[in-house]
């Protein structure tokens, strides 16, 4: 299984961009994907997830502000992201498991400005 991330960039605090993470797998629907980050320094954390039954569940730190979706078809999930903070500083990475895994993706860097 391999995933890749992108979207990832330089954006100012108040910005709103979208993550994408492509996955080489045969059957992507069958497959629980999420998100997290780590900042500078810091421990990975759990952002959000998308399971295959169509529930989503947030970190409260970004609840309200992004937004995971998925696309089965293009074996693809996506992250939105709105209203930036300079907190959400961060290399983001897309995970997928099912009876096996997780496996992770490579990361994408997202730096909010302020």
């Known amino acids: 299984v391999q995933l890749q991330a992108s979207g990832g960039g330089l954006v100012q605090a108040g910005g709103s961009p979208r993550l994408s993470c492509a996955a080489s797998v045969t059957i992507f629907s069958s497959y629980n994907v999420a998100w997290y980050r780590q900042a500078p320094g810091k421990q990975r954390e759990f952002v959000a997830a998308?399971?295959?039954?169509?529930?989503?569940n947030y970190a409260d730190s970004v609840k309200g502000r992004f937004t995971i979706s998925r696309d089965n078809a293009k074996k693809t999930v996506y992250l939105q992201m709105d209203s930036l903070k300079p907190e959400d500083t961060g290399v983001y990475f897309c995970?997928?498991?099912?009876?096996?895994?997780?496996?992770w993706g490579q990361g994408t860097l997202v730096t909010v400005s302020s």
């Open positions: 998308s399971t295959t039954g169509g529930t989503t």
């Open positions: 995970s997928a498991a099912r009876f096996e895994g997780p496996y």
